[in-house]
């Protein structure tokens, strides 16, 4: 995960759904090319930065 990514998602509640991922993201002031990754991602549901890490693998290949 880039580390300015990981500095952004790092703090957020853990678990968490998407969708409160992306608000989250979206409430720290994540630009539109970070909100659209994670609009991608195919799970439902994160429980740590490794986890979001891991799915953004998946997405990008």
Excluded: T, W
């Amino acid at each position: 995960m880039p580390a300015d990514l990981l500095q952004l998602l790092g703090e957020a509640n853990y678990p968490c759904s998407k969708q409160e991922l992306i608000d989250y993201a979206r409430e720290q002031g994540a630009d539109d090319d970070i909100v659209v990754s994670l609009l991608g991602l195919n799970r439902g549901r994160f429980h740590s930065p490794a986890d979001v890490n891991d799915a953004l693998s998946e997405y990008k290949h």
